[in-house]
């Protein structure tokens, strides 16, 4: 049911003190409508969604979907005359296509109207949604930055810490490179009769996500600093040579078909020393009553090698819909992306994408692993974000795949992807 409305305040700079919108009030009868992804996080949002009517007089209602409807649904919507979704929930995969199409509101002078500080907002997520120093088409809402969760039981054995050392030469301990990393799994592997690694090896998205932490971790990425494409290169030969090498005498069997469902479970069942992962799955396999086997046994890190792959959603305001609910998206995006909104969302588990929050005293008093967390945050980097993002994913994740189970070689694979990369990017 629409409510009759006139903006009279909204939260801006996380502070709960209301500020007029320039003095101007919206039309009535605004309703802000949103289709979301059906996850946790927006579950989380939709619980704090009668403060924010309470405070502005605005209305806001979820249209909760699985992921694989969205985007057809909201570029539909994008493409008409008028869009009925007047505040958008845009995956970084889109962050390259939807500006381009143009059909986002620029957020940068909204945000310098209202005095809405985006310091606090971790440079790699505004970095990841397409922020440039002339424009911000989409604010951060929540990141899925990946990282390194591990057994630290298995570590601080002191019969495989002996037989490490004879074997390898080294100290058992949380590995620092990505050569480290994949010395401990083979030993797992080999040694601890445990996998070392649970990997998702399927081809498209998840062997693509995967891959891509392996292959900052080289030191290597998709593009050098003036956006020549660079995978190719001796880090890239080095990342998907160390990948493949992974799957073959390291991970689960049938690792090339597996998905993130399938390494949460061999986690949390004590069947795997490693998992290359988003970082918020750590309290779910954390959990005494749901992983028994590992709850108390386990930790985060950055990726070794000092940086993963970054991920995230963000908001957008459509440019195909009337002004008033404009202003209205923007008075709900600042809201919910205040610090204070934000502490709030994370205290239920909420992935932030402030530095503030990652380092509040009542989030760390609840969960101290975020301290860790917000580091793998800050180091992330970006798979390939332009208008054929998704496309991209499934060719690198089909090459990946075949270098993977020796049906191509690396450097085959490697030129392929690079190729294929360039082709989508002149389209």
Same mark, same amino acid.
């Given at each position: 049911?629409?409510?009759? $409305?006139k903006?009279?305040?909204?939260?801006?700079? *996380?502070?709960?003190?209301?500020?007029?919108?320039a003095?101007?009030?919206l039309?009535?009868?605004?309703? /802000?409508? +949103?289709?979301? #992804? =059906?996850?946790p996080?927006?579950?989380?949002?939709?619980?704090?969604?009668?403060?924010?009517?309470?405070?502005? &007089?605005?209305?806001?209602?979820?249209?909760?979907?699985?992921?694989?409807?969205?985007?057809?649904?909201?570029?539909?919507? /994008?493409?008409?005359?008028?869009?009925q979704?007047?505040?958008?929930?845009?995956?970084?995969?889109?962050?390259?296509?939807?500006?381009a199409?143009?059909?986002?509101?620029?957020?940068?002078?909204?945000?310098?109207?209202?005095?809405?500080?985006?310091?606090?907002?971790?440079?790699?997520?505004?970095?990841?949604?397409?922020?440039?120093?002339?424009?911000?088409?989409?604010?951060?809402?929540? @990141?899925?930055?990946?990282?390194?969760?591990?057994? !630290?039981?298995?570590?601080? @054995?002191?019969?495989?810490?002996?037989?490490?050392?004879?074997?390898?030469?080294?100290?058992?301990?949380?590995?620092?490179?990505?050569?480290?990393?994949?010395?401990?799994?083979?030993?797992?592997?080999?040694?601890?009769g445990? @996998? &070392?690694?649970?990997?998702?090896?399927?081809?498209?998205?998840?062997?693509?996500?995967?891959?891509? @932490?392996?292959?900052?971790?080289?030191?290597?990425?998709?593009? =050098?600093?003036?956006?020549?494409?660079?995978?190719?290169?001796?880090? *890239?030969?080095?990342?998907?040579?160390?990948?493949?090498?992974?799957?073959?005498?390291?991970?689960?069997? *049938?690792?090339?078909?597996? !998905?993130?469902?399938?390494?949460?479970?061999?986690?949390?069942?004590?069947?795997?020393?490693?998992?290359?992962?988003?970082?918020?799955?750590?309290?779910?396999?954390?959990?005494?009553?749901?992983?028994?086997?590992?709850a108390?046994?386990?930790?985060?890190?950055?990726?070794?090698?000092?940086?993963? #792959?970054? &991920?995230?959603?963000?908001? &957008?305001?459509?440019?195909?819909?009337?002004?008033?609910?404009?202003?209205?998206?923007?008075?709900?995006?600042?809201?919910?992306?205040?610090?204070?909104?934000?502490?709030?969302?994370?205290?239920?588990?909420?992935?932030?994408?402030?530095?503030?929050?990652?380092? =509040? +005293?009542?989030?760390?008093?609840?969960?101290?692993?975020?301290?860790? +967390?917000?580091?793998?945050?800050?180091?992330?980097?970006?798979?390939?974000?332009?208008?054929?993002?998704?496309?991209?994913?499934?060719?690198?994740?089909?090459?990946?795949?075949?270098?993977?189970?020796?049906?191509?070689?690396?450097?085959?694979?490697?030129?392929?992807?690079?190729?294929? $990369?360039?082709? /989508?990017?002149?389209?």
């Amino acid at each position: 049911m629409k409510t009759r $409305l006139k903006i009279n305040a909204f939260l801006v700079a *996380g502070s709960l003190a209301a500020t007029l919108w320039a003095g101007t009030a919206l039309a009535a009868d605004v309703v /802000l409508r +949103a289709l979301m #992804e =059906d996850v946790p996080e927006t579950k989380i949002i939709e619980g704090l969604l009668p403060e924010f009517e309470a405070e502005t &007089g605005i209305k806001v209602e979820f249209e909760k979907v699985g992921y694989g409807d969205m985007h057809d649904k909201l570029v539909t919507q /994008l493409v008409s005359g008028e869009s009925q979704y007047n505040l958008l929930s845009v995956d970084f995969l889109w962050a390259g296509e939807f500006p381009a199409g143009g059909w986002l509101e620029d957020l940068k002078p909204y945000a310098e109207k209202s005095g809405f500080d985006t310091s606090p907002i971790i440079p790699s997520m505004l970095d990841l949604l397409g922020r440039t120093d002339e424009a911000m088409p989409i604010m951060p809402m929540y @990141n899925y930055s990946m990282g390194l969760i591990y057994r !630290t039981d298995l570590l601080e @054995n002191p019969d495989l810490a002996a037989k490490f050392e004879a074997a390898v030469g080294k100290k058992l301990e949380a590995p620092a490179t990505l050569d480290d990393y994949v010395a401990v799994a083979k030993f797992m592997k080999a040694q601890a009769g445990i @996998n &070392g690694a649970a990997m998702q090896g399927q081809r498209g998205d998840p062997n693509s996500m995967e891959f891509s @932490n392996y292959l900052f971790a080289a030191g290597g990425d998709y593009f =050098d600093k003036d956006g020549a494409i660079v995978l190719n290169s001796d880090e *890239g030969k080095k990342a998907l040579t160390l990948y493949a090498d992974m799957i073959s005498n390291a991970a689960q069997t *049938g690792a090339l078909s597996a !998905t993130l469902d399938d390494t949460m479970r061999l986690m949390c069942a004590g069947e795997s020393f490693s998992m290359v992962t988003y970082w918020w799955m750590l309290p779910q396999i954390d959990n005494a009553e749901a992983c028994p086997n590992v709850a108390g046994k386990v930790s985060i890190s950055v990726m070794p090698g000092g940086h993963g #792959e970054s &991920g995230g959603w963000g908001w &957008g305001i459509p440019k195909n819909i009337p002004d008033d609910q404009k202003e209205a998206a923007w008075s709900f995006i600042s809201w919910v992306q205040s610090k204070d909104v934000s502490v709030k969302r994370a205290l239920q588990g909420h992935a932030p994408v402030r530095s503030d929050v990652f380092s =509040d +005293a009542a989030v760390l008093a609840k969960y101290p692993f975020y301290a860790k +967390a917000g580091d793998i945050v800050a180091a992330g980097k970006s798979f390939p974000i332009f208008t054929y993002s998704p496309q991209y994913e499934d060719l690198l994740g089909t090459q990946i795949s075949l270098a993977a189970s020796g049906d191509a070689t690396v450097e085959a694979a490697l030129e392929a992807s690079a190729k294929g $990369l360039k082709d /989508l990017m002149a389209k």
